[in-house]
């Protein structure tokens, strides 16, 4: 095939270790509406076998909150909601065994619709009409356990692994800001405290899920927010989270965020094989330090030239867009 040809990275198999996928190709994450919908699990199965079917190497499911208050849409919380899950993953692995999919862990923290939305500290959201509640303590405690606990259903239910969203204005991402971190605790104050939370969640996911299981955290390489993470601070972050997911044979897939500019000749190489992949031209790699136990799963706009000169009317609506 000319893809395979022209893209021999991008095509080649991925080895995670403990599985390895088929490809580089993952199929990002994007809610349906159908996860809220009457028989919307079985259209859903419907729906991930054509993904599957056409080639892709993983997918990653929409999100799907851990607990009522991370958002009034689908969640899994019981054993019960897990059967649900079953009638997707049963039909992506029987259609296509050599496709891994994931679960989007997504508790919406501020934007959430639930009745009481919850966040570290009492800020509303430009974009919710809802102010939320600070957590104390005792909430804190227990959205953490609701993650580990939703991570191990998604395991009981099929999937390959869990994607944690950790960026765009959700929970994790309100911890690590100081603008919507006011705490004075030990969840909020210096970028050490405010990461405590996304990392405390991803080590627990890896405690409960074992090492055989694919963790993938998604990071706001840019998250386009006044007075939001620096470089360095989004650099940090992901270290951190390499440190709580490493084992030796269970490298994990952070996911980034955002789009990326090609980056001075100075920078240093790609960091995985999978960006390799993913992006073959040296300037388009992403400026994450490079690192040997970790894969970077890059998505959104790529702000690749070449597209400006054949799209230069999306090129616009790229630099314009916004969280
Ligand atoms: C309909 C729709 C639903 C989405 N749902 C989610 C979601 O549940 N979780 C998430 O992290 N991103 C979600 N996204 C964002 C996508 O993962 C992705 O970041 C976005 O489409 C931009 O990528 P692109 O530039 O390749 O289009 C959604 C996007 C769309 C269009």
């Known amino acids: 095939m000319i893809g395979e040809q022209r893209y021999p990275h991008l095509f080649s198999p991925l080895d995670l270790g403990f599985t390895t996928l088929k490809n580089r190709a993952i199929m990002g994450s994007m809610h349906t509406g159908l996860e809220e919908a009457e028989n919307g699990f079985t259209r859903m199965a419907a729906y991930f076998v054509e993904r599957a079917r056409g080639g892709v ?12 208050e991370g958002g009034s849409g689908a969640k899994l919380a019981t054993a019960q909601e897990a059967r649900q899950h079953r009638l997707v993953t049963e ?15 997504l508790h919406a923290g501020p934007l959430a619709f639930a009745q009481h939305a919850v966040a570290p500290s009492a ?10 509640t600070a957590l104390d303590e005792e909430g804190i405690e227990k959205q953490l356990s609701d993650f580990a606990n939703c991570a191990r259903l998604a395991r009981e239910a099929g999937y390959d692994g869990v994607e944690i969203i950790g960026s765009a204005g959700y929970l994790l991402s309100t911890f690590l800001v100081a603008k919507t971190n006011q705490r004075t605790d030990q969840w909020g104050g210096s970028y050490e ?52 997911v490493r084992t030796s044979s269970a490298p994990t897939l952070p996911g980034t965020n955002r789009r990326y500019r090609p980056f001075p000749p100075a920078c240093r190489a790609p960091p995985s094989p999978v960006s390799r992949g993913v992006l073959p031209k040296s300037w ?7 690192t040997e136990s ?3 799963k890059l998505q959104n706009r790529y702000w690749l030239p070449v597209m400006r000169t054949l799209f230069p009317w999306r090129a616009r609506c790229w630099r314009t867009q916004s969280l």
């Open 193 to 244: 405290n405010r990461m405590r939370f996304p990392v405390e969640v991803v080590r627990r996911i890896r405690a409960a899920v074992g090492e055989d299981f694919i963790v993938i955290f998604r990071i706001a390489a840019m998250d386009m927010l006044q007075g939001g993470m620096s470089w360095d601070e989004v650099v940090q972050l992901g270290r951190s989270i390499e440190k709580r």
């Open 57 to 68: 190497g993983m997918i990653i499911t929409g999100g799907i909150s851990p607990n009522e």
């Open 284 to 290: 388009a790699f992403p400026r994450l330090p490079a």
């Open 123 to 132: 800020v509303k959201s430009r974009i919710s009409p809802a102010m939320p």
């Open 294 to 296: 970790i894969c970077l």
């Open 91 to 105: 039909a992506v692995h029987e259609a296509a065994p050599d496709v891994k999919i994931c679960m989007q862990i």
